[in-house]
T-cell receptor, first 112, second 112 residues
Framework: GQQVMQIPQYQHVQEGEDFTTYCNSS?????IQWYKQRPGGHPVFLIQ?????EVKKQKRLTFQFGEAKKNSSLHITATQTTDVGTYFC????????????FGTGTKLQVIP | DAGITQSPRYKITETGRQVTLMCHQT?????MFWYRQDLGHGLRLIYYSAAADITDKGEVPDGYVVSRSKTENFPLTLESATRSQTSVYFCASTSSSNTEAFFGQGTRLTVV
């Protein structure tokens, strides 16, 4: 079945350092979404990428969708303590546009 | 602006008991989903529904039952709870035109 893997599973960074999480799918994706879950909270939608090679920015966050549409990355520049949480990528199930498979997530801890 | 609400937020039940987790959304979204979140597994899809009276299995449906008699409600029932069903359960919804998922606050279920 379709699998979406993320690396790393955990990341500790010093405040001000950059952070990147990578998402890899076993199949080509029509789109990819990114979510953030704060500790004790629920996942919150951040962004969706649709086009091959697409790059989108949200302030300090940069999202990329690979040329082959099988991988994606989220890069945070100069992390802040407010960036703490788990970041998930999600891709649609094969043949089911509204259903998404979530990646395993990357838990980010920022040390002040 | 209630959005999507889950109840109860916390539940402790005994092995073998039936328990129902409730999910209610006020947006009239067509699609609703149930996920479970366990450490190391990310979010796994249990069941989803494309509309009232239309439901289908996700990745881990065994031991769970769902129904959707009304668009706004999507209850999840554990017919005979087992310890392996101890988890955090999230309900989510999306519109038919957008794959952005909106999540409820989650229900932390402990089966003893």
């Amino acid at each position: 079945g379709q699998q979406v893997m993320q690396i790393p599973q955990y990341q500790h960074v010093q405040e001000g350092e950059d952070f990147t999480t990578y998402c890899n799918s076993s199949t080509t994706l029509s789109n990819i979404q990114w979510y953030k879950q704060r500790p004790g909270g629920h996942p919150v939608f951040l962004i969706q990428l649709v086009k091959s090679g697409e790059v989108k920015k949200q302030k300090r966050l940069t999202f990329q969708f690979g040329e082959a549409k099988k991988n994606s990355s989220l890069h945070i520049t100069a992390t802040q303590t407010t960036d703490v949480g788990t970041y998930f990528c999600a891709g649609p199930y094969s043949g089911g546009y509204q259903k998404v498979t979530f990646g395993t997530g990357t838990k980010l801890q920022v040390i002040p | 602006d209630a959005g999507i609400t889950q109840s109860p937020r916390y539940k402790i039940t005994e092995t073998g008991r039936q328990v129902t987790l409730m999910c209610h959304q006020t947006w009239s979204h067509s699609y609703m989903f149930w996920y479970r979140q366990d450490l190391g597994h990310g979010l796994r899809l249990i069941y989803y529904s494309a509309a009232a009276d239309i439901t289908d299995k996700g990745e881990v449906p065994d031991g769970y039952v769902v129904s959707r008699s009304k668009t706004e409600n999507f209850p999840l029932t554990l017919e005979s709870a087992t310890r392996s069903q101890t988890s955090v359960y999230f309900c989510a919804s999306t519109s038919s035109s957008n794959t952005e998922a909106f999540f409820g606050q989650g229900t932390r279920l402990t089966v003893v």
